[in-house]
């Protein structure tokens, strides 16, 4: 019943000229009734208030976690920029080696050509040339694909690219080597 109902039944109650004890229990049983179902309101609104904390506690937990993991991959990014920086320094440094290896074979072709003892072992130093032509091409395509590959670094990881950096650096030894190998 609602409170004006309560209200009513009791004043209707208390308004009896005579009075009995089954009146007043009626009414003490009334009033007990009605608080009741007031604490299984109040228990039931309790209990919803409960799982709203619960639900908000969890939502911020996850706030927490998201932010976090936003923060690390903040630090994640700084660091790749600063690989990617390093990279293209290195790539800059290949490329000029390149340029410098393609002068300097065209200044000792010329020499090598007018050296007699050369002269002798011409499809020897022919074939060197050759070979050291091919690995500064082979070194010119492997540096355009580390380029390639700097420029998309969604879609390439920084150990392959450390790789194709070990490679030229590799073909860099070689063309090096096949240089020693050309007497002056």
């Known amino acids: 019943m609602s409170s004006s109902s ?3 039944f009791v004043s209707t109650i208390l308004a009896k000229p005579n009075k009995t004890s089954n009146d007043l229990q009626e009414i003490i049983n009334k009033w007990n009734d009605d608080l009741l179902q007031n604490e299984d309101y109040l228990l039931q609104y309790a209990h919803q208030l ?9 939502t911020t937990e ?13 630090e994640n990014l700084d660091q ?8 293209s320094k290195y790539n800059d440094e290949l490329e000029n080696n390149i340029e410098q290896l393609k002068k300097e074979s065209k200044n000792l072709l010329p020499n ?10 011409r499809s020897i130093t022919s074939d060197l040339m050759e070979s050291v032509d091919n690995q500064l091409n082979e070194l010119d395509k492997t540096m355009k694909q580390l380029y390639e590959k700097l ?15 070990q490679t ?14 050309i007497k002056l």
Request: some cysteine.
């Open 80 to 87: 790749f920029q600063l690989s990617i920086q390093s990279l």
């Open 168 to 181: 030229c650096f590799h073909d860099i030894h070689n063309i090096q080597e096949s240089m020693k190998q």
């Open 112 to 121: 090598i050509q007018s050296n007699h003892k050369i002269e002798e072992d």
């Open 151 to 165: 420029q998309i670094n969604t879609d390439s990881s920084i150990v392959n690219t450390i790789d194709d950096l």
């Open 50 to 58: 409960n799982q709203k904390q619960q639900l908000l506690n969890k």
């Open 6 to 8: 309560t209200h009513h």
């Open 62 to 74: 996850s706030l927490i976690q998201t932010q976090d993991l936003l923060t690390n991959l903040e």
